[in-house]
């Protein structure tokens, strides 16, 4: 294996093309992966693509900020709560201090923090390398072939005054979560103009729940909200070491109505 | 492939494979207070601070780590001149099989650099990448505490000198 030190955006660009080379952000997948065919590993601490940067509304962060500096970031500027709040609680901190924004977008873990807030953000992504265009994040994720030969230089946001809600379902603290939940709410004249709901870990990696987001649109804040909405999106899980599939839909089920009476209801346990 | 490090202040040029994590690379040419544990990033017990940020060398390729200051805990300190971090975790009772112990100053030491008066839940978050299976951290959570006073006043023995910890030792 040999590497590659590129000292900008574009040479990088250039080596990831190549058959067999990978990019290397923060490491800690590759770590745990098999080198035997990785040819190449493309070191991109060089190349300038750190740091979360403002233009007007959209936001964008480069793809080797890492967690903790992007959580520090936005906590700084208050903006992106949620992805903010994700980041800053994700795996442990020497992890924080290595995981890069990049990395985990391209990996895209099944218990990755940062895709569920991403998502529900509307994030799009950057690449360049055999593919140099920007693409919306779901696109990127549902489309492999987006991810030979490229390389993600950041993703980009528009912040709204969103009301937020993050749940990491966990054994103990630093475990990996078995699934997220990221709930965005836009509120007007006291009632939701628009609901974004996220689940990250389930069996096809990600669930936007569009039964939810419609059922609530309009809904009056503070009120009993409706029953039975842990139920009512189509969601499956795989068998996991934190349950069994059964159980883990239950549990999210759960969540989802304990986060929407946080986030809308009266805050009543029902 | 060959490359340079910086460990604790001093040059080394070392041979390695290029697929090598920096935990082997430091163990393998004598860096031993760096220990080996679970090699996920789970258990922090093989924690350096790289350019000041703590990271598991576990999770990190040596060829990442070339020309960068690595340091370990024998950085910080040693048994005659040890930082207020070190010295506390000893009058703390904070140490037991001591397995985890450079890893748990390391982590120490970078939440007081970020945080020289911590919360208890920035604590427990600044230690969250450390396990230790002998203490039930109430007594490391303690020296952590007692350092961060000590690194307040400027001292390190604690107070042993009859000096109350004001010696600067």
């Given amino acids: ?270 | 492939m060959q490359g340079r490090f910086r460990v604790n202040g001093k040059e080394a040029l070392w041979t390695f494979e290029a697929g090598a994590t920096l935990l082997d690379v430091l163990r393998e040419n004598g860096v031993t207070e760096v220990k080996e544990g679970c090699r996920e990033g789970h258990c922090g017990c093989c924690a350096v601070l790289l350019e000041g940020v703590l990271v598991d060398s576990c999770q990190v390729f040596a060829a990442t780590a070339m020309e960068r200051e690595i340091t370990t805990s024998r950085g910080l300190g040693n048994l005659r001149a040890p930082s207020a971090v070190q010295q506390s975790f000893v009058d703390a009772g904070a140490v037991q099989c001591g397995f985890c112990t450079p890893g748990m100053v390391l982590a120490t030491h970078a939440l007081l650099e970020e945080h020289p008066e911590p919360t208890e839940e920035e604590i427990a978050a600044g230690l969250d990448g450390n396990l230790c299976r002998c203490t039930g951290y109430v007594k490391i959570a303690e020296a952590v505490r007692l350092a961060s006073e000590r690194r307040g006043t400027g001292g390190s023995c604690g107070g042993g000198c009859g000096d109350g910890g004001g010696c600067g030792a």
């Fill in chain 1, 1 to 270: 294996m040999e590497w590659f030190f590129p000292e900008d955006a574009a040479e990088a660009a250039r080596c990831v093309q190549e058959e067999g080379v990978v990019p290397h952000g923060g490491g800690t997948m590759l770590c745990r992966g098999d080198l035997s065919r990785i040819r190449g590993m493309v070191d991109l601490s060089r190349t300038g693509l750190s740091g979360l940067r403002r233009e007007g509304e959209t936001f964008f962060l480069g793809a080797t900020t890492t967690f903790s500096e992007a959580a520090r970031a936005l906590r700084t500027c208050g903006a992106a709560p949620a992805l903010s709040r994700a980041l800053g609680i994700a795996a442990a901190t020497p992890l924080r201090n290595r995981i890069t924004v990049g990395g985990s977008i391209a990996s895209f873990p099944l218990w990755s923090d940062l895709m569920g807030p991403l998502l529900a953000l509307g994030s799009s992504i950057h690449l360049r390398g055999r593919v140099a265009k920007t693409v919306p994040l779901e696109e990127y994720v549902t489309t492999p072939d987006l991810r030979r030969g490229t390389l993600v230089t950041g993703c980009s946001f528009s912040d709204r005054p969103w009301r937020v809600w993050y749940h990491r379902e966990v054994r103990v603290r630093f475990d990996y979560p078995a699934f997220t939940l990221t709930l965005l709410a836009l509120v007007e004249e006291e009632c939701v103009k628009e609901l974004r709901a996220v689940l990250v870990g389930c069996r096809n990696r990600f669930s936007r729940m569009t039964e939810i987001e419609e059922a609530l649109r309009g809904f009056p804040l503070g009120t009993e909200l409706p029953g039975g909405l842990g139920r009512r999106f189509d969601v499956a899980f795989s068998e996991r070491p934190h349950g069994s599939a059964a159980y883990l839909r239950e549990i999210a089920g759960v969540w989802m109505e304990r986060g929407l009476n946080a986030l809308l209801g009266n805050g009543k346990d029902r």
